[in-house]
């Protein structure tokens, strides 16, 4: 009973103590647990870790790889602002965490300034092509081109958005010159780093996938003649990152958007042998960084803060975690109890159902995320969550006078980054990047990835009624996302909450429960994010993570719910302030570490 952590000799074991009892009681009851998974997995789960958690009172930084979260400690040292931190930390991820983010891509980053007390958005999402028209990913009429025929070479690549977005913070919070953040990582990528397990095994999987590897700049830079991954331990250069980092360390975003990168970067998507994408010059030239107002809402004493739509995360999180809240005597149950886990899955049902109707870029279509957050309608909701057995009908989306367009289904696949950091002064970045899946299009220009987030609309533009989808491709639109980079405060305004993972549409659920369990029943940030994860998007079965406890998964089957089992490989990575100090922690999952300064 409980969950064990290997570690390199070490083993950890949290005994839940409500687990022992309730299996005791319902041991006699048995049924099957779905094995079989029919989810695409691009990202691999690779072997835990150790959780780390890290203390200090005067800043902290929590990123996916050491090398960043060294780089991103340095800069801070060195006088840097934790824009800047999270700046040389993301550069050196787009370097040594290849699979999961880089400049080919976009991403999401909120920032606290303590002294104004004021919150920022930086939306660097990436945007569909001008070329495209609505029935981009469709075959023929009713039919979706499949996933992997869009996903890999130029078709789903979006106009990267991570350097504007990362030039647009600098510009307001950076402390130090924007070329020195480059520093680290052309060092790095000049001298070389260790191929770390999770690198080798997300290329070996790579290498097994649909389509494989075609890309020969991809195959040279992380494979042997022999067609095997580069072992692990072994010292991996990227030349070619280095100058490339050069050129916009030197020149700024310029160079990527109007000089030779951006040439390339069209070159590559319009020449792909596995299939040409839209992209052109203009798309580059045309892209804005938006810097916006973050989506805010308060619930009871707490004031939750993230990305706004497009990105569907932080609303759907918070709207999870408020219906939850509304249900009677939440705070009773343990954290890691099947009664809390029973809610859980139903929250997720009802929420997902207005996040996959609703939620779309606001440039063009109405998000009511206002109307979805009341305390009328999350009460009206919280009413639907049985509290005794599973329901046995799929939640539909709430009824919203405003809008009128229908449910949408749009794979979203879990690669992606998070870090956090609170530098000297106490100001905050949250901030998650993607290139989408697992070494995105899998198209390698100047040694860095680019993203396949096109995937993330919807491949069909209008339902079974004929309607048109809200998160449909439309040209210059940003995909719909579910990063969740957030920040929650106290009633005194004061933030209490760094937080934000990756995971694709899981991130929703793995960043909802943490929440939930932390800051409503009383666990603390290291067994809420250990604890086991569960999610459910909004589909008849819901899926639980493969070495949860034998009595959770019997008892959640007893109470009617279905699941399937697999490795759900968040990569949380959250700092609680309290009382002036900072606790980081780094999920176990992943191979991310956490650094007091
Ligand atoms: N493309 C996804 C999104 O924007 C992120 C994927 C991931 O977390 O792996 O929501």
Redesign the pocket.
């Known amino acids: 009973m409980g969950k064990i952590y290997q570690t390199d000799g070490a083993t950890r074991r949290v005994t839940h103590p409500l687990f022992l009892s309730i299996a005791l009681v319902f041991s006699c009851f048995t049924s099957g647990v779905y094995a079989v998974d029919d989810n695409i997995h691009p990202?691999v789960a690779s072997k835990k870790k150790r959780v780390l958690v890290a203390k200090s009172q005067t800043g902290m930084v929590i990123t996916a790889n050491d090398y960043a979260t060294q780089a991103a400690s340095d800069t801070i040292l060195k006088g840097g602002s934790a824009v800047d931190a999270a700046i040389a930390a993301q550069l050196v991820l787009g370097l040594v965490e290849p699979q999961s983010s880089g400049i080919g891509g976009g991403g999401f980053l909120l920032h606290y300034d303590s002294k104004k007390k004021q919150l920022k958005h930086f939306n660097g999402r990436e945007t569909a092509p001008m070329a495209v028209n609505e029935d981009h990913f469709m075959v023929a009429k009713n039919k979706a081109y499949p996933f992997f025929d869009a996903l890999v070479g130029g078709y789903a690549v979006g106009t990267p958005g991570l350097v504007a977005m990362m030039y647009n913070a600098h510009k307001q919070y950076g402390k130090l010159p924007w070329a020195s953040l480059f520093e680290p990582a052309i060092l790095l990528a000049s001298n070389g780093f260790i191929i770390s397990n999770r690198l080798h095994d997300s290329l070996k999987a790579l290498a097994k996938s649909p389509k494989g590897v075609s890309n020969k700049a991809l195959a040279a830079l992380y494979f042997q003649t022999n067609g095997e991954p580069k072992p692990v331990g072994s010292i991996l250069r990227n030349p070619q990152l280095a100058n490339t980092y050069s050129e916009i360390a030197n020149k700024g975003p310029k160079a990527f958007y109007q000089g030779t990168i951006g040439q390339d970067i069209v070159q590559a998507v319009k020449n792909d042998s596995n299939k040409k994408g839209l992209l052109n010059k203009k798309d580059l030239i045309r892209y804005q960084s938006l810097i916006e107002t973050p989506l805010c809402k308060n619930i009871g004493n707490f004031k939750f803060c993230g990305s706004p739509p497009p990105?569907s995360?932080p609303f759907t999180v918070t709207q999870m975690v408020e219906l939850l809240a509304k249900t009677p005597e939440l705070k009773g149950l343990a954290y890691d109890s099947p009664g809390f886990y029973h809610r859980f899955i139903e929250a997720a049902k009802l929420s997902f159902a207005d996040r996959n109707t609703y939620i779309a870029d606001p440039r063009f279509t109405k998000n009511p995320t206002k109307a979805l957050l009341s305390p009328g309608y999350t009460e009206k909701r919280a009413k639907l969550i049985p509290l005794l057995k599973a329901s046995d009908e799929l939640s539909v989306a709430g009824d919203i006078d405003e809008v009128d367009y229908l449910q949408v289904k749009s794979p979203?696949?879990?690669?992606?980054t998070h870090l956090s950091i609170v530098d000297k002064e106490g100001n905050i970045v949250s901030m998650t990047t993607?290139i989408?899946h697992a070494f995105g299009s899998r198209i390698q220009v100047r040694g860095f990835l680019l993203n396949n987030?096109l995937t993330?609309f919807s491949f069909t533009p209008i339902n079974k009624n004929n309607e048109k989808i809200a998160n449909r491709i439309e040209p210059g639109k940003m995909p719909r996302?579910?990063?969740s980079p957030m920040i929650i405060f106290n009633e005194k305004d004061q933030p209490i909450l760094v937080i934000g993972s990756?995971?694709?549409?899981w991130?929703i659920p793995y960043v909802a429960k943490t929440i939930t369990q932390h800051l409503y029943l009383g666990a603390s940030l290291e067994d809420a994010i250990e604890s086991p994860h569960i999610a459910n998007t909004n589909r008849l079965h819901a899926t639980i993570e493969d070495d949860a406890p034998d009595s959770l998964k019997k008892t959640l089957e007893m109470l009617g719910h279905e699941f399937k089992q697999r490795p759900l490989t968040s990569g949380i990575h959250a700092i609680k302030i309290h009382n002036g100090f900072y606790t980081g922690v780094a999920d176990s999952r992943r191979e991310g570490t956490a650094k007091g300064l």
């Open positions: 990202e990105s995360g979203n696949q879990p690669s992606t993607s989408e987030q993330d996302s579910s990063m990756p995971g694709g549409a991130i």
